[in-house]
């Protein structure tokens, strides 16, 4: 056996199209990595490193055997105490072509790489598999099985069992297509067991993993954040091009499209940077509509978001804090609600729509102003023309988004629900490979779940109604206060559901 590398460093194997360089992307994080269905894409061995601070794990990517049995031939020629058998094959056939794979195969285990053979349990085992087990255990290296089933059967799976537990030194379920961060860690610690001299970089590399993934939540719920205190700041302006009601309503339809798109974009990229967050560079995914349609759809209003109560009790909320009539208590979250939520329950409803997201107002701006102005004593009228193509008289339409009504904790849901896929889907899975997301158990709303007169539901109030206020009126170490809370309550449900 050759001498282990100071850097933990393991070799891929297994059959060609096996899912070797799946497995290799779900591990390193990288969605960059050719796959293909075609048998053979991989030709050359290539190293991909894992960097975790100050650790560093090489996987290397190697093609599947091309002469299984000649190569098994030549390791039965050869004496069994052979210090590095792979690099003596190296040597001898490095230079010819009917073994080039099997010498991309054997180049990071002469240099004392461990080996992680892959199988599909939904295939046969054959000889060749035999085959190619015995080469590796001749060689001498530490060897880890890893067993999926890319047809989700696994018909085979207790023969492939009894075969790996004969030849390697340990074995693991792993199924690439499907592996959490928690499976990625069990698998790093299972390898970590076996291979005690890179225990400790191992564990090393661990630690830092998980604390990467600590910072992806807390960077989530600031994301999350930042998207909401955007949607309830973004103003948006239509011209009235006419001085009766119809231009009056249609100025105001154009300004309500317009913050709708606004919002939309909003939207969009905080799932650019929660797919940054978690490293994927491209969208290559089919997602229910449900968590990517139209934000303002009837059916994503159906299902996310506040209940009635809720919203009453939030509407309460917000329209006292902005009134002045209550103030937070910073972390304290104690509000004086009871009398507010009588006189709100009837608009209760209306929050419950998609087409009542939105408070349209018509400041008189585009009229003209007479101002008397003096001049050696006499007063002097001055005529103020407004600047901006409407109509004299016309004025504007002005669009702002509600706090009171459900779009926030809708925004909420799907940003919940974006991340949790989004942190689940494995970088080694592909284009045509759609995302199922069954709208029960904890999949429902989660805000919906919230308790009205609890923390989370009080929070979230309390932060859109301090955001909501005048600027003149808001303090800001309340605004602060309240902002910290919520993010502490989006990172709890965070660590709840990305594992």
Not at 124 to 133: G, N, Y
Not at 194 to 205: F, S, T
Request: with cysteine.
């Amino acid at each position: 056996m050759p001498n282990l590398p100071a850097t933990p460093t393991f070799a891929i194997v297994g059959r060609s199209n096996e899912g070797k360089t799946t497995l290799m992307a779900t591990l390193t994080e990288d969605d960059q990595l050719e796959i293909s269905e075609i048998q053979g894409t991989t030709r050359i061995a290539t190293c991909y490193p894992l960097e975790v601070e100050d650790q560093v794990i090489h996987f290397w990517d190697t093609p599947g055997f091309q002469n299984t049995a000649k190569t098994h031939a030549w390791f039965q020629s050869i004496r069994e105490s052979m210090d590095n058998p792979a690099k003596a094959f190296l040597l001898q056939f490095e230079r010819d072509p009917e073994f080039q794979n099997e010498c991309e195969i054997f180049r990071p285990i002469a240099e004392g790489g461990a080996v992680i053979y892959l199988v599909d349990a939904s295939n046969r085992v054959r000889t060749m598999d035999r085959q190619q087990l015995d080469i590796l255990r001749r060689c001498g290296n530490p060897r880890v099985g890893v067993i999926y089933s890319k047809s989700g059967r696994g018909q085979y799976e207790d023969d492939w069992k009894k075969l790996l537990d004969k030849e390697l030194n340990t074995r693991r379920d792993f199924n690439a297509h499907t592996a959490s961060f928690t499976d990625r860690i069990e698998l790093l610690e299972a390898v970590g067991n076996v291979i005690p001299e890179w225990g400790k970089a191992i564990a090393q590399a661990i630690e830092g993993l998980r604390s990467q993934w600590l910072w992806k939540k807390k960077d989530v719920a600031e994301e999350l954040l930042i998207l909401l205190q955007k949607t309830l700041e973004v103003e948006v302006t239509e011209i009235i091009q006419g001085e009766d009601r119809d231009a009056k309503e249609q100025a105001a339809e154009k300004a309500k499209e317009k913050l709708r798109q606004k919002i939309r974009e909003l939207e969009l990229d905080f799932q650019k940077r929660v797919r940054k967050l978690f490293k994927h560079s491209v969208d290559h995914w089919d997602i229910d509509t449900i968590l990517v349609g139209d934000l303002f759809s009837e059916e994503v209003w159906r299902v996310f978001g506040m209940t009635k109560f809720q919203l009453v009790v939030a509407g309460a909320i917000i329209g006292a804090i902005i009134g002045g009539t209550i103030d937070a208590m910073v972390g304290g979250a104690t509000f004086m609600i009871g009398a507010g939520i009588g006189a709100v329950v009837g608009g209760g409803a209306a929050w419950l729509s998609a087409e009542k997201f939105a408070n349209v107002t018509f400041p008189d701006f585009g009229k003209p102003l007479i101002n008397k102005k003096k001049a050696g004593g006499h007063s002097i009228p001055e005529i103020k023309i407004p600047i901006g193509g409407g109509k004299l008289g016309g004025g504007q339409a002005r669009a702002k988004v509600k706090p009171e009504s459900n779009l926030i904790p809708i925004l909420i849901d799907r940003g919940f629900l974006y991340a949790k896929l989004v942190s689940q889907w494995s970088h080694g899975k592909r284009d045509g490979e759609k995302i199922s997301l069954t709208l029960s158990g904890e999949n429902r709303s989660l805000v919906a779940q919230w308790n009205a007169k609890g923390k989370e539901a009080k929070q979230l109030a309390n932060f859109a109604g301090q955001l909501s206020r005048e600027e003149a009126s808001r303090k800001p170490e309340v605004l602060e206060a309240a902002r910290e809370e919520l993010k502490g309550i989006f990172e709890n449900e965070l660590n709840r559901l990305l594992r």
